[in-house]
């Protein structure tokens, strides 16, 4: 189910790049009807979610790298739930944002941009692998970049663009280094598989 709610966004890319960027009301629309289904399907993570249960549930796992023990894996909790159901809410008020203060230029783009954050938070949440995490982590910036530095609404825009790029990349440095550093001592970036290890002071308290 998490699959289809992180592909959903991506098939909305998919159909909005075919459509004609002239065709400014029809990507209205469209983006704007397929975010609010976008939400609804999210809406029945919130039905289906069992809050008796303590552990990550819809969990799913597909070994990627098998050769160096690294899969990806997605599930949820409680806390998961909320903060994929907060983006698919954000993302039409974001769409409708762009209705009321007249996103005209490369309007297509705008709207590719927004679906695509969409598609990679969804997976930042629900990602149960640490390093799948940062590399998520890490590609939010590509569309944010893209938003911030075209569609700010202020002359320094793209001043700001670059350092929210830079500020967030090389802080995320040291996070990498952590990964790497698990990585190492426990052969693996599973987090299910971390929360049974009994770290020792030193990398409970750095990493």
Known sequence: M???LIALPLIGVCVLSALDRSKIKTIKMFSLVWSFFVFNMSLLLLLRFDACITQFQFVTTWHWL???NIS???GIDGIALFM???TTFLIPVCVLLGWRFGVDRSLKIYMIAFFTLESILIGVFTSLDILVFYVLFEAVLIP???IVGVYGSRQRKSRAAYLLFLYTLTSSV????AIIYVYVCFGTTDFLTLKTVDFSPFCARFC
């Not at 040291?174 to 280094?177: D, S």
């Open 144 to 146: 944010m970049f893209l």
């Open 84 to 86: 994929v159901l907060l």
């Open 174 to 177: 040291f996070m990498l280094i």
């Open 2 to 4: 998490l699959v289809w």
């Open 72 to 74: 990806f894996t997605l």
């Open 66 to 68: 098998g050769f160096l």
